[in-house]
């Protein structure tokens, strides 16, 4: 069965103090990861699309890594604006509808 | 919200009153889509269309059914509220979910709804 999982629920950082969310995916075949932000009362909002293992993409204090198994989205010296829900998709290759994680809770403190 | 407008964005209703959610959109994409977000779960896919008059069943489609007669619009109707359809749900657009630049699926800001 397709899945994904995300963890941890939630994480506390201090602001400066970098970390990494990560999301671990068991597909029959990838089409392709997708990482989203969320912010509250809001709908998600794309960040990254990886597409093959090894392939690394940044966007800011952000960067999403990938390999077979699993992503990582590393935040460094994240910042309170940072603060939001991440959520991981991925795009089995048996159709073309996203599997969505539970998503990650961050929170930065100033 | 890359131009998609969901309403309402609030509602409360009774238990087996029929509700209809309206997405539109203004970027002609020709997928959109409806999900569901709940404490605990992952965005989860209740129907979804890939053209005018052509939908089809997500993971979760039981008790609702959805409309779409123009390319903008897509409704998501409840025919008979219950208390278990309480939850945000959320509208995506998608240009062709197949093409690796046209996959991205783009979100309307959600309907909270809650039935009583």
């Known amino acids: 069965e397709d899945q994904v999982t995300q963890s941890p629920e939630a994480l506390r950082l201090q602001e400066g103090e970098s970390s990494s969310l990560n999301c671990s995916y068991t597909v029959s075949g990838l089409r392709g990861l997708f990482w989203y932000r969320q912010d509250p009362g809001k709908g998600p909002e794309f960040l990254f699309t990886?597409?093959?293992?090894?392939e690394e993409k940044e966007k800011e204090r952000l960067k999403a890594t990938l390999t077979k198994k699993e992503s990582f989205l590393h935040i460094t010296a994240p910042k309170p604006e940072d603060s939001a829900t991440y959520l991981c998709a991925v795009k089995p290759y048996s159709n073309y509808q996203l599997i969505w994680g539970a998503g990650t809770k961050l929170i930065i403190k100033p | 919200d890359a131009g998609i407008t969901q309403s309402p964005r609030h509602k409360v209703t009774e238990t087996g009153t029929p509700v209809t959610l309206r997405c539109h959109q203004t970027?002609?994409?020709?997928?959109m889509y409806w999900y569901r977000q709940d404490p605990g779960h992952g965005l989860r896919l209740i129907h979804y269309?890939?053209?005018?008059?052509?939908?089809d069943k997500g993971e979760v489609s039981d008790g609702y059914s959805v409309s779409r007669s123009k390319t903008e619009d897509f409704l998501l109707t409840l025919e008979s509220a219950t208390s278990s359809q309480t939850s945000v749900y959320f509208c995506a657009i998608s240009e062709n979910p197949g093409q690796s630049a046209k996959n991205i699926q783009y979100f309307g800001a959600g309907t909270r709804l809650s039935v009583l």
């Open positions: 990886l597409y093959s293992a090894g």
């Open positions: 970027e002609n994409h020709r997928y």
């Open positions: 269309s890939y053209g005018v008059k052509d939908t």
